[in-house]
């Protein structure tokens, strides 16, 4: 089943992530892990599975992946399978400031927004949106979360066949 993941990063954390995820998805799968500003939207016809992710910025995915979904047109993804990831501050983190999970609360992070919209797209989601956890704005990640990434690629590998 070939596979893509897709993502944009600023600090390295997501691309990470998306390699990760690419790695765990590999075992028995044909997968690439590229960033978003390498790819263009009609490449993704024919695709078994599409998996995209974002840092979260101001509670949503970043401008260049907001972008690159709209431009997708809407068969492009109607026999691909989808699923959305992003990298997001702890809940501990966000609490410690309220204002921040006020905000949290209303609009959520960023992969909701990007699996919601892959889905308008024609894509089906297979598995819930994830997100990963940073220390900090810039990161790094922390203890653990590639470990989850890799098993989350599996996790999606085994969805998109069964």
Request: no cysteine.
């Amino acid at each position: 089943m070939k596979a893509l993941v897709i993502y944009d990063s600023q600090f390295g954390n997501t691309k990470k992530i998306a390699q990760t995820i690419a790695e765990g998805y590999s075992s028995e799968g044909e997968v690439e892990a590229r960033h978003i500003g390498d790819v263009q939207p009609d490449e993704l016809r024919g695709l078994s599975v599409l998996i995209l992710g974002s840092p979260t910025q101001r509670f949503r995915p970043t401008e260049g992946t907001n972008d690159f979904i709209k431009a997708i047109e809407r068969d492009v993804l109607s026999n691909t399978k989808v699923a959305a990831f992003d990298t997001r501050l702890t809940e501990e983190e966000i609490e410690k400031t309220g204002i921040l999970a006020f905000f949290v609360r209303i609009f959520d992070y960023a992969a909701k927004p990007i699996g919601d919209r892959l889905v308008k797209k024609g894509g089906e989601l297979i598995l819930p949106p994830e997100g990963f956890y940073v220390g900090g704005i810039e990161g790094p990640l922390l203890e653990g979360e590639l470990d989850r990434a890799r098993s989350w690629g599996e996790e999606i590998l085994h969805a998109a066949q069964g």
